[in-house]
């Protein structure tokens, strides 16, 4: 199973400077037409006006910002962060900047980038929800619990309506087998917004959990239609279905999900789960094995390929995965290994 976590929301665009001289007010005309630009999501455009802006004058670093968000949008995290370096170079009290690349760096992996740049907001956003996130999702990374359930609260007092922080303080619920309070936080947030990808996905996930995969892909459809290549939920689905007994639909949605996001552990191990219902053992197997490969967090994953290992009478190589196995605390891994391994 997979649980999205989603990203906080980006930084509203920046208000307008005021403007003086030929050079700053054609500046100001470019930088007004940018914002618009965002605002219609159209963002390869608008990063092309902010541009104009920054051309015009170099020192307008509120362009530079919204820059970066464009960027952000468009799926160029490095640009994005390279940008908003840019902008704190020119203004290095600029907390808006330094917010967004503290975002941008916990997307790219940058951890301790991330952490410093929060440290140096602290006092500045001791009131802001969004801060408080961003840290959440720090602490969430960090894997260190109690602060980010702590961050996400404190995200939830100062905003009730923080859809993010509610479906990512879920996410951590049920990843501890917290079930019930998890779901209340979907239902809020789906409440708030009945459109949230993530808060969907993860409803359909706490459904399924609770043993009615038909009713959870209703939510994972609602997903589908609208975005029908979120390779995550595809492989939610596929799961829901391979557990309704509809394997050659699961097939299907497993493949293409498998075809968008090649490195996923989870949908590796969902089609070695069908492979093994074909008797494929071969296949099954080699699916599994890359699965294992990834060093992914993905439970019961050991178990499964190490039995597959098994039904290819490979006894020395299922034991020596189920071995991994006892060490993650896979409960098949442990059965199989204490009946077959020495």
Known sequence: MKIIVPAALLAAI?????????DKSEASVFFLKGNIQFKEKQFAEAVRLYDEAIRKYPALTDAYLNKGLALAELGKPELAYDVFTAALAKEDGFHEARLARAETALRLGRLNQAEDDLALLNHAYRDSTRYYLIRGNLMADRNRKEAAYADFDKAIILNANNVEALVNRGTLLFEEGKIREAKADFSKALDLNPAQKEALNNMGMVVMREGDPEK?????????????????????????LLRSDRPEEALKALTKSLEIKPDNGHTLKNLGLYYLGQKDYAKASELFDRAVALEQHVPGLHGLAGK??????????????WAVGRILKDSLAIAESGQYCK
């Open 216 to 240: 959870a892909l209703e939510y994972f459809d609602k997903v589908l239609i609208r975005i029908p290549n979120e390779a995550f939920t595809l492989n939610n689905k596929g799961e829901a």
């Open 14 to 22: 920046c208000c307008l400077f005021s403007c003086s001289g030929q």
């Open 308 to 321: 597959a290992h098994w039904h290819l009478n490979d006894l020395a190589g299922a034991c020596k995965i």
